[in-house]
């Protein structure tokens, strides 16, 4: 195919649900057309796209004909990383997102706290990330251009990115960093001023925090 049109349309009719990400493919002998209500179904049918490449005997590449009406059954298809208890380098995170937005999975949970460490940098509460403060992977954490990286990354690929931390359960890296509990008077004032500043100076773009 020489050609590549996109058509952005008010409605795909046979799609009952989930309009927004529903797309239709379309590829002939002489075009590809794609149609979607937004840039998320254009998003979905380019990765549908890249699935169908084949190559022939001759060692040319080809897409077959087809017509493809696509939509998903569930809003939320998502994946959990824990690096709470361990530790995954932003470049392996992003291997992932990348990988995984092939296949349609929309959502990344990002478990950043647990009780064997505290694995987001506060600038407000630097104790948190101290070498002491962890049980295990003694100074691995994710520094705040870490993880603006990650949400610009996600946002790239079509992945709504939801950061977990958590309380006042699993929550001993924080005791060992700060001395209190965080259902004690000051660990609850800390806890909000950490919220704020999780909320304000490193995630201000996204819609949900765990």
Known sequence: PSDISIKMVKSIPEVKINLDEAYRLTVTAEEIIIEATTDRGVYWAMQTLEQLIDKNE???YYIPACEITDYPAFRIRGFMHDVGRSFISV???KKHISLLSKFKINVFHWHLTENQGWRLESKRYPELNAHASFERLHGKYYTIEDAHEIADWCEKH???LI?????PGHS???VRATGVDMQSERGTEIIKDLMDEICTEVFPDLPYIH
């Open 58 to 60: 001759n060692g040319q």
């Open 91 to 93: 470049d392996e995170i």
């Open 158 to 160: 079509n992945m709504l």
């Open 163 to 167: 950061p977990e931390i958590d309380m």
């Open 172 to 174: 001993a890296a924080f």
